[in-house]
């Protein structure tokens, strides 16, 4: 059963993945395309490129994600707590697309796992070591602190970017944000494809720990190109959904803005991925980053209710995805003594 359980992990990575790009695609391209800065085709093009070049780097940095992340049972147990885990967040991760709604598939992956090693341990399995500090590390404190940063970074930045362009008339302004924003957009879906693909690699390496395929010293290239292909596949496919939430549903908002929030964003993610090593949900940062740009106006431009609805979503994703995978890993527990 052992090579049976290591490819359902691979495929339910996979379709993780695909999703992911499939979702999150918005927060590249959303507010490029709002403002007018790139077309919708260009955009989701630009998005899938970098995506791809940023998730087939880091891989090497995988390596690291998954020694520092969470540590599964040998075998079996081990396998079944990922599939559990994967399933719960690609379950929410359609629910929350179809509801428009902008979530973090790390913070589902990593509420998944949680809810998994516990139902393990309640059927005589094994525990999932290190689940405590990813919760507090990888949910709690980026869920609390990487949108705070976000949205008051761009709100004070707003400040001096009118400042700058005060004398300047404004249709040169907006065609200048447009042409720095596209850049911006290239960036947001680099440090996008950084933080995403850390995460999808470093769960196919522990796939693999578990199933006595590796011992972590190295990360095979088969687990980088299929992690850059499915969330490049998934980028192109493009869920428009929550590009309309963030773009347009969210908050108003003009050239100049949109290039604030996003510079500030691939910045945060950027350093995040390579200078901190943190992990940074690219939806909370966007998201956030979007709504204090936007908010920096003279008159009220945000949909509170809206914003409401998005924040108690978020508090949600790790409690629903752990509750799920608690569920199916019950179910899955018996075919491991088989």
């Known amino acids: 059963m052992t090579m049976f359980f290591f490819a359902v992990v691979v495929a339910a990575t996979a379709g993780f993945t695909f999703l ?140 001096p970017a009118t400042w700058a362009a005060r004398y300047t008339p404004p249709s040169v ?32 390496l522990l796939a693999l720990l578990a199933s006595g395929l590796s011992d972590g010293g190295a990360m095979p290239a088969w687990v980088a190109l299929l992690t850059a292909t499915m969330l490049t596949a998934g980028t192109l496919a493009g869920g428009w959904r929550i590009s309309y939430t963030i773009g347009y549903k969210l908050t108003r908002i003009d050239p100049l803005r949109g290039f604030v929030a996003q510079l500030y964003s691939s910045v945060i993610l950027l350093l995040g991925a390579i200078g901190l090593h943190w992990p940074v949900s690219t939806t909370h940062t966007v998201t956030a980053a979007v709504l204090g740009a936007g908010s920096n106006q003279g008159f009220p431009v945000s949909n509170r209710r809206l914003v409401l609805r998005i924040l108690a979503f978020w508090v949600l994703t790790p409690v629903v995805t752990a509750a799920a995978a608690f569920v199916l890993e019950l179910s899955l527990s018996p075919l491991t003594d088989l």
Request: glycine letters at 12%; proline letters at 3%; charged letters at 10%.
């Open 20 to 159: 992911n790009g499939f979702r999150d695609a918005s927060a590249s391209v959303a507010l490029a395309v709002r403002t007018r800065a790139l077309t919708p085709t260009v955009a989701v093009l630009l998005a899938a490129l970098f995506n791809f070049a940023g998730a087939a780097l880091s891989a090497a940095m995988a390596l690291e994600v998954s020694r520092s992340w969470v540590s599964l049972p040998q075998g079996d147990n081990g396998l079944t707590i990922l599939i559990a885990g994967l399933i719960s967040a690609v379950l929410w991760g359609i629910y929350t697309w179809w509801r428009g709604l902008p979530s973090s598939s790390t913070h589902a992956l990593v509420g998944g796992l949680a809810g998994a090693g516990l139902a393990s341990v309640l059927v005589g399995g094994n525990a999932v070591s290190g689940v405590d500090d990813s919760l507090l590390f990888q949910v709690v404190l980026p869920l609390v602190l990487s949108p705070v940063i976000a949205f008051v970074g761009a709100y004070l930045l707003v400040w």
């Open 173 to 204: 302004v907006n065609s200048r944000s447009r042409r720095t924003q596209a850049i911006a957009a290239g960036a947001v879906a680099f440090g996008h494809g950084l933080q995403d693909g850390q995460r999808a690699s470093a769960v196919l």
